[in-house]
């Protein structure tokens, strides 16, 4: 499940978005200012941050400056949110770091689906290298798969969905959060439409054994993990 770090100092709308991310299936922490982010993100970084513009002491932007700055941060999504609304405000947020822009008021439904757009693009940006787990390798440039070093034949769907999941390892999604960034929003499937072709891919993973990996979590969805 993804985990968004919320910085706002003001707490009506750090409880409306953490009300709004709850209902999305989100994780989150709050905190109110600049300070206590920073500490946060190097305790556990983030998926994401939902950063205010305007923080008491060090402000959002300067923050976002000095996220960017430092290895281990720069590559953490940035949303701004903040009550400025010109053109030049918006110019100057992108500028120094944030990936997207939310002015107040804003709502709940605005801000998941801005989370939702952010989170695909930096997944995208991010798993183009070839990835591995034990004997299980996946290349997403060459579009292969190999267990133990024999190619894999994968159906497209099940390529993006095992490709989705070791990109994801030890996280659990439901069928509707994998439909979303299996399938995308635009396409409309029924969510048992999963299940199946979580069966074709345990199926085409069970000769070797790593059919293991593909775990149905009770009441929740489904994760990759090596671990039992």
Known sequence: MKRILIVED???????????????????EEVAGAEQALVAVASNPPDLILLDWMLPGMSGVDLARRLRKEEVTAKIPIIMLTARAEENDRVYGLEVGADDYITKPFSPRELIARINAVLRRSQADSVEQLIAYD???????????????????????????????????????????????????????????????IRRLRKALNNRGYDRFIQTVRGAGYRFSTRG
């Open 10 to 28: 003001e707490q009506a709308i750090r409880e409306m978005v953490g009300f709004a991310l709850k209902r999305a299936e989100l994780q989150f």
């Open 135 to 197: 004997g299980l390798s996946l290349d997403p440039v060459g579009h292969r798969v190999e267990v133990d070093n024999t190619p894999l034949n994968l159906a497209p769907t099940e390529f993006r969905l095992l490709h989705f999941f070791m990109s994801n390892p030890d996280r659990v999604y439901s069928r509707e959060q994998l439909l979303d960034y299996v399938w995308g929003r635009g396409v409309f499937v029924e969510e048992r439409t999963v299940d199946v072709h």
